[in-house]
């Protein structure tokens, strides 16, 4: 079946610009996760949804930083007035709301800030 | 959230068993142990978990020890696709409701043809 999917695959934008990052989890997935990866680095935690709920945003680097999931599906996450350390992978992940059930990654998209 | 212990990179020949160790000294009685592996621009790809007993899928073996504060996996006959970083975690629940997935550094294994 089709896995999670995310777009675009790459990004540049110039310092400054606002960037919106798109993520389709799994059909019927309820929790949906964003993580930041830099490089050589894990993937770090920014913001977990449950259907259309964001229930932590705990990991959201400044308010620069905005998640939203209207529907419970699709979700998108902006960075306004983009920096050049906004410069990163982002992951998006979902899964079944069962906490013990494993998360599913995106193949992410690669975000380059001139 | 329990810590993970990886060393930074290991070796593994070819159609050998790679067994990968991973120390969780800290783990609490609820949390699982979960392997996730990623290879070059690619998304992190889920491997298993478990809790207490030893668990087998098609893509490997996770044997966890009885005090539950190490565990290994084992991909039985590694093959160059197998190269990738290995990423050991314990899954905490944060109190918000959310299970978000705490990666350190791994392991980058790399598999020898």
């Known amino acids: 079946g089709a896995g999670v999917s995310q777009s675009p695959r790459y990004k540049v934008a110039k310092r400054g610009q606002d960037v919106a990052l798109r993520c389709d989890p799994i059909?019927?997935?309820?929790?949906l996760f964003w993580y930041q990866q830099a490089l050589g680095q894990g993937p770090e935690f920014l913001t977990y949804?449950?259907?259309?709920?964001?229930?932590?945003k705990s990991g959201l680097p400044s308010d620069r930083f905005f998640a939203e999931r209207p529907e419970g599906s699709v979700s998108t996450l902006k960075i306004q007035r983009t920096q050049q350390e906004d410069s990163a992978v982002y992951l998006c992940?979902?899964?079944?709301?069962?906490?013990?059930?494993?998360?599913?990654f995106g193949d992410g998209t690669r975000l380059s800030i001139l | 959230d329990a810590k993970t212990t990886q060393p930074p990179s290991m070796d593994c020949a070819e159609g050998r068993a790679a067994n990968l160790p991973c120390n969780h000294s800290?783990?609490?009685?609820?949390?699982?142990v979960y392997w996730y592996r990623q290879i070059h621009s690619q998304g992190p790809q889920y491997i298993i978990h478990?809790?207490?007993n030893n668990e087998t899928n098609e893509m490997a073996s996770l044997i966890i020890t009885e005090d539950r504060k190490s565990s290994t996996l084992i991909l039985p006959h590694a093959t160059l696709r197998d190269t990738a970083v290995y990423y050991c975690?314990?899954?905490?629940?944060?109190?918000?409701?959310?299970?978000?997935?705490?990666f350190g550094k791994g392991t980058k294994l790399s598999v020898i043809p």
């Open positions: 992940a979902s899964s079944q709301l069962d906490r013990n059930q494993p998360q599913h």
């Open positions: 059909s019927g997935h309820v929790s």
């Open positions: 949804f449950q259907n259309e709920a964001q229930l932590d």
């Open positions: 800290t783990i609490s009685g609820n949390e699982y």
């Open positions: 478990g809790l207490k």
């Open positions: 975690i314990v899954r905490a629940y944060s109190g918000a409701g959310s299970y978000q997935l705490t």
